[in-house]
């Protein structure tokens, strides 16, 4: 009964209702029950229940570490479009973590779930494009990722980080300019 409460819930409060349901069993070490749950959402074809799956195999407190496999659940919720999923595909890729290392991939797929709205590839991106060690670097584009973090408001304090790299990213942007004029 409680577990058909909960799927209720998450059709009308999904990301709250499913993230706080694996939380709390989490916690309690009630595996099964968190198994049982994502699986009645993975069978209703939610993208987030399917990416939540997935993050129990990189959890390896859970003792189901497999990041080959969670990385199968991220493509699969990223199938449907679930930003963070395919934001976390993109971490996949960024570290090799069940994947080939590949910093391009990465970034091509945090850009994907940054134009979704999903503030921390919007982050992430811009860290990226800014730094330039893994990608080539591109200042404007960085701008623009951070310019859509700080407005962000789901990433709380990380605006004011974002805020930050943005200022700092335009005053290199400019100090590069004045010193091509010299």
Same mark, same amino acid.
């Given at each position: 009964?409680?577990?058909? +409460?909960?799927? *209720?819930?998450?059709?009308?409060?999904?990301?709250?209702?499913?993230?706080?349901? +694996?939380?709390?069993? *989490?916690?309690?070490?009630?595996?099964?029950?968190?198994?049982?749950?994502?699986?009645?959402?993975?069978?209703?074809?939610?993208?987030?229940?399917?990416?939540?799956?997935?993050?129990?195999?990189?959890?390896? #407190?859970?003792?189901?570490?497999?990041?080959?496999?969670?990385?199968?659940?991220?493509?699969?919720?990223?199938? /449907?479009?679930?930003?963070?999923?395919?934001?976390?595909?993109?971490?996949?890729?960024?570290?090799?973590?069940?994947?080939?290392?590949?910093?391009? /991939?990465?970034?091509?797929?945090?850009? #994907?779930?940054?134009? /979704?709205?999903?503030?921390?590839?919007?982050?992430?991106?811009?860290?990226?494009?800014?730094?330039?060690?893994?990608?080539?670097?591109?200042? /404007?584009?960085?701008?623009?990722?951070?310019?859509?973090?700080?407005?962000?408001?789901?990433?709380?304090?990380?605006?004011?980080?974002?805020?930050?790299?943005?200022?700092?990213?335009?005053?290199?942007? #400019?100090?590069?300019?004045?010193?091509?004029?010299?």
């Amino acid at each position: 009964l409680f577990l058909s +409460v909960c799927l *209720l819930c998450c059709a009308a409060f999904s990301a709250c209702a499913a993230e706080w349901y +694996v939380t709390y069993h *989490l916690q309690r070490g009630n595996i099964k029950a968190v198994e049982s749950f994502l699986l009645s959402l993975e069978e209703m074809g939610s993208a987030e229940g399917i990416f939540l799956k997935g993050m129990l195999y990189i959890d390896s #407190e859970c003792g189901m570490c497999n990041k080959q496999v969670a990385n199968e659940y991220f493509a699969r919720a990223a199938a /449907k479009g679930y930003a963070p999923a395919i934001s976390a595909l993109g971490d996949s890729y960024l570290s090799g973590d069940g994947v080939n290392k590949n910093p391009e /991939k990465a970034l091509e797929l945090y850009e #994907e779930a940054a134009t /979704k709205g999903y503030g921390p590839a919007q982050f992430h991106a811009g860290i990226m494009l800014m730094n330039g060690d893994l990608v080539k670097q591109n200042l /404007k584009k960085a701008l623009k990722y951070f310019k859509m973090a700080m407005n962000n408001s789901s990433l709380g304090l990380l605006q004011k980080d974002a805020a930050a790299y943005y200022e700092k990213t335009f005053y290199y942007m #400019e100090t590069l300019k004045y010193l091509s004029a010299i």
